[in-house]
């Protein structure tokens, strides 16, 4: 328990409390260093378990295979596919939420409740439910293997829309009147005023939403059926083949560490932005 | 709450909310409709046209043994992420939380695993267990113990189930250390004073006072093992053996996409529908009332 005093732990109950701590941390950490030591050695290190739990020296042959050649697709470019994936829903989530939520917050129109439900409507529907039937929409628009067809059917989603929302309200009102006062129309006060209040708050979305888009999965597994348009997340699928002597298992570790790290340096180094954007989505 | 001062613009608001609606409507909207309006068709063998059957196909789901297995599976699945990765949660948060200076070092290195994709996720646990070349696979058989997850239906569901949990320890420790550090300590000082002992103050006073944080993760989890989990699926047991580890949004791919029975697919996806909302509208009308932090 937290405080100070009569609550406070210390002797060798704080030490144990480390203790556990600690070993939860190894085990929390424990399968992704196993996959950093198979990215470092041999395939016949890998299929004569057991596995050393010493890292070896084919890090730079593993990794240059994994990002030159891959398996069916070179890692480099599944990994410009995820970027671009990532960035298009992340960018585009965060516009046309900034847009709605203004619509909706400081106008007063015909049908706007109706938006606003509609808009709703979609927090209820994720894309894992209604496969079949958006699948054969984006095939209709012949958007299959292409960028659009990968980020446009995730880029609709209530969440961000609700935070801006959320937010808008809490801005004051002498600002619009000031800014009214000065003669500023909407599109300036949206400009000049509200977005850069905004700031922390599409920084805190901006986190939250590229480890989504990253690491979706079953879109892109559909959406591309061209190995060249595959993304890292569904494509490392394809590398692992059903006879364990097949897959090029030091190849495959390779690509997985590479497959975590963007979303997993951005959670590390944004620590506080994440959290916040965490928190604040989940109201 | 409403806005007090407002702009005077007729077309401009429906300009900015075009973008949202128009993709909305194409890719949410319609779809949707269509997955109602699939449900209640057969398409005939040669898939040249659809005989219209009403309830038909939802009629057939609800007595089709393997649908209600998948459903059961489904609630098993859910229910054991739920609990283990909310109580391993739970249990390094409070030990978090007592050591004050460090909870923050803590927190930093049990954060990430949130950002790994649940498809690698299920590409690490599926090398770690491999049959023939796992090192945890290996030690166990030292051990004396035969595991094949390839094999066993038990040890599939155990396999899927770790591997979702320990995407979502540290999304649990992160809600669960911000309400234990949100109890005033004066209350935790007075019940020491009263000479109650940790595990009784635990008991009486943190565990109460964190039942909002509880049960709102209990509703997060259940909604991340019903729909955010077919990665997982997908890269380790492809639902087998035998259909062991089929959840719902396993089956509804499985059947549409594999199988190309695009009405019981179809069907599949509005019973999910109804499942989401249902959750949807607990959790809003829950969050209304939530302790804020």
């Not at chain 2, 004396?144 to 155990?158: P, R």
């Amino acid at each position: 328990m937290n405080g100070a005093g009569m609550v406070e732990k210390r002797g060798w109950g704080l030490w144990l409390t480390h203790v556990l701590l600690l070993l939860g941390v190894a085990l929390v950490c424990f399968p992704i260093y196993v996959t950093l030591v198979a990215s470092t050695v041999t395939q016949q290190d890998i299929v004569q378990p057991p596995l050393p739990l010493i890292p070896g020296s084919h890090a730079i042959e593993n990794y240059s295979k994994a990002l030159w050649s891959g398996v069916n697709t070179p890692v480099w470019r599944m990994l410009m596919n995820s970027t671009v994936m990532a960035l298009g829903i992340t960018v585009g989530k965060i516009i046309i939420s900034l847009l709605s939520a203004y619509a909706i917050v400081y106008f007063r129109f015909p049908g706007r409740s109706f938006c606003f439900w509609t808009i709703f409507l979609t927090l209820m529907l994720p894309v894992e439910v209604r496969i079949v039937p958006t699948y054969e929409v984006v095939a209709g628009f012949g958007l299959l293997n292409s960028y659009a067809g990968l980020t446009l059917p995730l880029i609709a989603s209530a969440t961000a829309t609700f935070l801006f929302r959320q937010f808008f309200m809490t801005v004051p009102d002498e600002l619009v009147e000031a800014a009214r006062i000065d003669g500023a129309g909407p599109v300036r006060f949206f400009f000049d005023v509200l977005l850069p209040l905004s700031r922390t708050n599409i920084a805190a979305l901006f986190v939250i939403l590229f480890i989504y888009g990253w690491n979706q999965y079953l879109w892109p597994l559909l959406v591309t059926t061209d190995p060249a348009m595959n993304t890292i997340v569904m494509g490392i699928k394809q590398m692992i083949s059903s006879g364990d002597d097949w897959t090029e298992w030091p190849v495959v570790m390779a690509t997985a560490i590479l497959a975590m790290l963007p979303p997993v340096a951005v959670v590390v180094f944004m620590q506080r932005l994440f959290v916040k954007g965490l928190v604040e989505t989940e109201k | 709450m409403q806005k007090r001062v407002i702009f005077q613009n007729k077309g401009l608001p429906y300009l900015l909310l075009l973008p949202q609606l128009v993709i909305t409507a194409l890719f949410f909207l319609w779809p949707a409709g269509q997955a109602i309006y699939q449900s209640a068709f057969i398409p005939d063998p040669f898939g040249l046209k659809s005989q219209f059957v009403g309830l038909g196909n939802f009629e057939f789901l609800l007595g089709d043994r393997y649908y209600l297995e998948s459903f059961r599976t489904t609630a098993v699945f859910s229910l054991l992420v739920a609990a283990v990765s909310m109580g391993l949660a739970l249990l390094m948060a409070v030990l978090a939380d007592r050591v004050i200076k460090a909870a923050m070092v803590y927190r930093t290195l049990l954060i990430w695993p949130y950002a790994v994709a649940p498809a690698i996720a299920g590409v690490l646990w599926l090398f770690l267990f491999n049959p023939s070349i796992g090192l945890v696979a290996y030690y166990l058989k030292q051990m004396g113990y035969d595991w094949n997850h390839v094999l066993n239906g038990d040890e599939a569901m155990a396999l899927v189930v770790v591997a979702a949990s320990w995407k979502q320890i540290s999304y649990n420790f992160l809600f669960f250390l911000a309400g234990l550090q949100a109890i005033p300590r004066s209350l935790l000082e007075a019940a020491a004073i009263d000479g109650a002992g940790a595990w009784r103050r635990f008991w009486t006073i943190v565990f109460p006072l964190l039942s909002p944080t509880t049960f709102f993760l209990l509703v997060v989890n259940l909604v991340y093992a019903f729909f955010d989990t077919f990665g997982i699926i997908h890269t380790v047991t492809a639902g087998g053996p035998e259909r062991s580890t089929m959840i719902l949004v396993y089956k509804v791919f499985a059947d549409g996409f594999v199988g190309q029975d695009l009405g019981s697919s179809a069907a599949q996806s509005v019973i999910l529908l109804l499942v989401v909302g249902l959750l949807t509208v607990v959790q809003f009308r829950f969050i209304e009332r939530r302790v804020h932090y």
